[in-house]
């Protein structure tokens, strides 16, 4: 298994205004397996003063599923049982609809802002949305005979992936990566940092950090005819 992919970055600063500052950047990638992409991002920080900044983000991104995600394979046997993982760039994944995995892309935005209000305390907090489409996650148990719902396509796949399937053997399965869900995730983070002097013996450097996330299934890939 092998996979070549080259890219390419361009990253531009500039600040039309001395409180304004701009931060723009792109990048173009060729994967042999899932061919072009191209993602950007954008990033601005407005200072009001020392003591007050505004910041935010923009953002599109990219994830090819892993070589392992696509084409590893396992089997786990017993005297009565058989389950597979089965590898998504596979004939036998075709059987039960699967044809590959696509890329993960994404869209991020972020805004927040950040404090000086002294004794040298730095406080800097940040609201995010992360929105994810085809995001790869495992199927969980689908079994093709022993199991309380039972799919035909399971056992053939197994079948034809080259596992030899015992008389003996009563319940059959397999697990599978696929493009399964779009994901939502928003979140706060809250920063502060400030510093000890210790004169001749140094500084302590003192931070503290919360944050809170929610992710939320957006949606859910409908399950394949098969």
Known sequence: LKRRSFAGYANVALSPTEPLKLDLAARYEHFSDFGDTFIVKATGRYDFNEMLALRGTASTGFRAPTLAEGFYSATNVSPTAAFVQLPSNSA??????????????????????????????????????????????????????????????????????????????????????????????????????????????????WSATGNITKTKVTKIAAPPAQ
Not at 108 to 127: E, K, M, Q, R
Not at 180 to 196: F, H, I, N, P, Y
């Open 92 to 205: 036998a994944a075709k059987l039960v609809g699967v044809n590959g995995l696509d890329p993960e892309k994404s869209r991020n935005l972020s805004i927040g802002f950040v404090a000086h209000p002294g004794y040298g305390i730095t406080a800097t907090l940040d609201v995010y949305q992360i929105s994810i489409k085809d995001r790869v996650v495992g199927s969980g148990s689908l079994f093709g005979s022993g199991g309380d719902v039972n799919i035909p396509a399971v056992r053939n796949a197994i079948i034809a992936n080259g596992n030899v399937l015992d008389p003996t053997v009563t319940q059959t399965g397999i697990n599978i990566f696929t493009n399964g869900l779009d994901t939502r995730t928003r979140g706060a983070e809250l920063v502060l940092t400030t510093m000890t002097d210790l004169d001749d013996m140094g500084t302590i450097q």
